[in-house]
DNA sequence: GTTCCCATGTAACCCGTTACATGATTTT
DNA sequence: AAAATCATGTAACGGGTTACATGGGAAC
C-alpha cells in the first residue's frame, strides 16, 4: 500500500493540470501568482514535486529545445495523473489547515511591551494587510474579466482571502480604538 | 554570534513567563487553551523548548516531589530570560506568517469535481468554521470575567480569530450562493 | 480491572526553507 | 559592462510531526 503523499504533491500536480505545457520554471511563476497565498511553495520543493510526479507516472516530461532561450523540460498529466488528481479531490477532506502569526504572538504577549511598541506593531501589521489587499484586488480584477470555470475557482478563492483580510483590518481598528481609551 | 531562534522558542518562553511554577505537562495545556489558534506546538516540541530555554539560562527547573502523582519539573524565568523576552519583543516583527489550507487548495481545483463534491466541500468548511466560531466564543467569555492585561491581550487575539472565521463563514455563504445561482 | 489523568521522554521521518552554483541570452 | 530573465539543480539544515514507550496513582 502506498504512503499517502502530502497535499503540496497534488497542487503541483494540479497546476500540471491546470497550464499543461509549462516549464518547471513557469510553474513557479504561476504558482507564485495562483495558490500562494493559502499554499505557499519554494522554487525547491517544486522541482522536487516535479521528480516525484514523473517517477509515479502522473505526468510526463518533455525536453523542448529553444532559440532564444535554454533549453526546458515541459510537462503535462497522464492518465494516472488525472485519475489521482480526481481521487484526491473526491476523497473527504482532513481539514489540513494550519495558521501561525508572528503579530498575533506578539500581541498575546503586549502587556510585556511599551504602549507604543504595540501600537507600532499593529501599525506595521496593518500596512502589510493592506498590501496584501491590493494584490488581492488586483488579481480578482484581472480574473473576473475571463469566465472560464478555472478563473472562477481562482477568483473565490482571492475572495476568501480578501474577506480575511478586510475583517482583520477592521479587528486592527477595533483594537486601536480600545487602546486609545486607556491612553487618555 | 548566536544563531536566531524561532519563534517558537519565544512563545514558550514567554508562556512559562506569563505561568510561572507550571509543569511541561500544564505547560502543553496552557499552550493548547491559548495561543494554539495562532500558534499551534506539538506536546514533544514543547519538552524540546524548555530543554532548550534551560540550557541557555534562560529559565531555571526545580524538581518538585508529589503525593499523589508523579514528581515533576517546574519552569520560571530568569533574568537574562526576562531580558530576552523584552529583546524579542522590542525587535522589529519581520512579519513571519503563514497560512495553508486544504479546503482552499482543493477548492482552487474544484472545476474538476461534480458540482455536489464541491457542496460537500464547502458543507464541511463551514460545520469546522462553526466549531471554531464557538471555541473562540467560548474562549472569549471566560476572558472576559477578568480585567488583568494578560486576559485583554489574550481576548483580544480571540477576537482576532473570532472576526476571521465570521468573515470565512460569511465567504460561505456568499459561494453557496453564487454557485446555487447556476446549478437551476 | 480497565480506563483516564499526570508526567516525561525517545525515535524517525520529511517537509519546507535558505543559500548557493551554473550558464546562456537578452535587455539596459 | 552590468543586470535581468530563463532554466534547473545541489547541499545542508531544522522545525515540526506522528507514533510509541513508560509508569504510577486515581477514578469509574
Redesign the interface.
Known amino acids: 500500500m502506498a504512503a499517502e503523499l502530502p ?1 503540496t504533491t ?2 503541483v500536480l ?1 497546476l500540471i ?2 497550464v499543461p505545457g509549462a516549464s518547471g520554471y513557469e510553474l513557479v511563476a504561476v504558482a507564485g501568482r ?2 500562494a ?4 511553495i519554494s522554487q525547491t520543493l517544486l522541482y522536487r514535486e516535479l521528480d516525484r510526479l514523473a517517477n509515479l507516472g502522473w505526468v510526463a516530461a518533455t525536453r523542448v529545445e529553444q532559440l532564444h532561450a535554454p533549453s526546458k523540460w515541459t510537462y503535462h498529466t497522464t492518465a494516472a495523473g488525472q485519475q489521482a ?2 481521487g484526491w ?2 476523497a ?22 511599551h504602549p507604543d ?1 504595540v501600537g507600532s ?1 499593529l501599525a ?1 501589521y496593518r500596512s ?1 494587510l493592506q498590501a496584501q489587499q491590493e494584490e488581492l484586488l488586483m488579481m480578482m480584477d484581472k480574473l473576473a474579466a475571463v469566465s472560464t ?2 478563473a ?3 477568483r ?2 482571492a ?2 482571502g480578501l ?2 483580510t ?3 483590518l ?2 486592527v481598528e ?2 486601536e480604538a ?1 487602546l486609545g481609551e486607556d491612553d487618555s
Open positions: 497535499d497534488y497542487a494540479g493540470d491546470k495562483s495558490f497565498h493559502f499554499w505557499p488528481l480526481a479531490l473526491a473527504p477532506t482532513p481539514a489540513t489547515s494550519s495558521f501561525r502569526s508572528g503579530v498575533l504572538l506578539r500581541f498575546f504577549f503586549s502587556y510585556r511591551m511598541q506593531l506595521d502589510t470555470p478555472t472562477r475557482a481562482g473565490l478563492t475572495l476568501h474577506r480575511t478586510q475583517a482583520r477592521r479587528w477595533e483594537v480600545q
